[in-house]
């Protein structure tokens, strides 16, 4: 297989498939397995029409699975910073122990 760059925009990793394995795998496994089947059949049909249409619906199933994935991102980030933010400092919990 060909390697080429990740589909994730901002993704410097080689894919050999539509995402990078890091990807691949933080996708729902049911929106991977789709991407991965709809690619195979995408890649095994004959008729020119057929295949440009379903490259296209490729095309938008992978634009999906790009916002999935970035909304994914957003709320890791967003839960991280929120945790970062709302954890006691570091000897606050010591000095009202004393009190």
């Not at 057929?50 to 992978?62: P, R, S």
């Not at 929120?82 to 009190?99: H, K, V, Y």
Request: with cysteine.
């Amino acid at each position: 297989m060909n390697s080429h760059p990740c589909a994730m925009p901002t993704c410097p990793k080689p894919a050999t498939g539509i995402f990078c394995p890091d990807h691949y795998i933080a996708l729902p496994p049911k929106e991977a397995l789709w991407l991965v089947r709809w690619q195979i059949k995408t890649l095994r049909c004959e008729d020119a029409d057929t295949k440009q249409h379903m490259q296209d619906q490729l095309h938008g199933y992978t634009a999906q699975a790009i916002r999935t994935l970035q909304s994914a991102e957003a709320i890791s980030q967003a839960a991280t910073a929120s945790a970062r933010r709302d954890a006691p400092a570091a000897g606050a919990n010591e000095q009202s122990s004393f009190l």
